[in-house]
C-alpha cells in the first residue's frame, strides 16, 4: 500500500522565518514607543492630528461597532467554539484541541498586557478620543486581539480546506483585512498611536509563528508529506 514519506526537514522553516523578521520588528516599533528612541513619533502625532481632523459621525459609528468585534472576551470564546466545530476528532479531542489552541491565545494576550506594562506608554491625549478606552497604548489589545483571533480561524480552516488553495488564500486575506481593518479603527478613532497598531502586528505575526514553528518540532507527524508509492507494508 502507498506510504507516506515522513515530514519535509524545513518543516518548521517559515514559521521560524516569519518570527525572526517579526520580533525585531516589534522590537524597533517598542523602542519608538519609549522616549528612548521615539523615531516614528513624528509619523504618529501627523497621522493621528490628520485622522482626528477628518472624522465624520457615519464612520465614527462604523469604526466603533468594528472595533467592539475584537475584544479577547468576544473572540476568546469564539477561538474555543470553532476550533472544537472544525477538529476532525471525537468529542472529547476536540475540546481538549480547542482549550490548547485557545490557551496559546491567552497566553498572547497576558503577554501582550505584560508587554504594555513595561512599556508604559500613555494613550494619545483624551480631548482626541471618539470613544471610550482603558489602559496603555502599546501595543494595541484590539489590534492585537484581532490578529490572534483571525490567524488562529484561518489557519484552523485552511487545515480542512487543504485540498483547496484558493478557498485558503481567501481566507487568508479575509483574515488580513479583518486585521487592518481593526488597526484602522483604533487609530481613526484616536484611542492609540498608529504605530501601536503596528506593534500588535508584529506581535502577533511573531507570537503565532513562533507556536506554529514549536508545532512543527513537536509534532511533525501533523505536517502533511507527498505520498511514496511503491512500498508495502509487511
Known amino acids: 500500500m502507498p506510504e507516506p514519506e515522513g515530514p519535509p ?10 518570527a ?8 524597533l516599533l517598542a523602542a519608538s514607543a519609549t522616549e528612548v528612541l521615539p523615531w516614528a513619533s513624528g509619523f504618529d502625532l501627523g497621522l493621528h492630528t490628520w485622522l482626528a481632523g477628518n472624522r465624520s459621525p457615519a464612520v465614527v459609528s462604523f469604526a466603533a461597532g468594528l472595533t467592539a468585534t475584537a475584544s479577547s472576551a468576544f473572540t476568546a ?3 474555543f467554539a470553532v476550533t472544537a466545530a472544525l477538529a476532525p476528532a471525537p468529542l472529547g479531542r476536540r475540546l481538549a484541541r480547542a482549550a490548547l489552541v485557545t490557551a496559546v491565545m491567552l497566553l498572547a494576550v497576558l503577554c501582550r498586557f505584560g508587554l504594555s506594562a513595561l512599556i508604559a506608554r500613555p494613550r494619545p491625549p483624551e480631548a482626541g478620543w471618539a470613544v471610550q478606552a482603558s489602559g496603555l497604548a502599546f501595543p494595541s489589545g484590539h489590534t492585537s486581539d484581532a490578529f490572534l483571533t483571525a ?16 478557498i485558503r488564500a481567501v481566507l487568508w486575506v479575509a483574515a ?8 484602522w479603527t483604533r487609530a481613526y478613532l484616536g484611542v492609540h498611536w498608529p504605530t501601536d497598531t503596528l506593534g500588535s502586528m508584529a506581535f502577533g505575526t511573531a507570537w503565532l509563528s ?8 513537536l509534532l511533525p507527524s501533523a505536517v502533511p508529506g507527498p505520498v511514496r508509492s511503491g512500498n508495502r507494508s509487511a
Open 176 to 183: 488580513a483585512g479583518y486585521v487592518v481593518a481593526i488597526a
Open 9 to 18: 526537514a524545513d518543516a518548521a522553516l517559515g514559521p521560524v522565518i516569519a
Open 151 to 166: 490567524g488562529l480561524l484561518a489557519w484552523l480552516a485552511g487545515q480542512r480546506l487543504a485540498a483547496h488553495p484558493r
Open 20 to 27: 525572526t523578521v517579526a520580533a525585531p520588528a516589534f522590537l
Open 77 to 79: 470564546p469564539l477561538v
Open 210 to 217: 513562533g507556536a506554529l514553528a514549536v508545532r512543527g518540532v
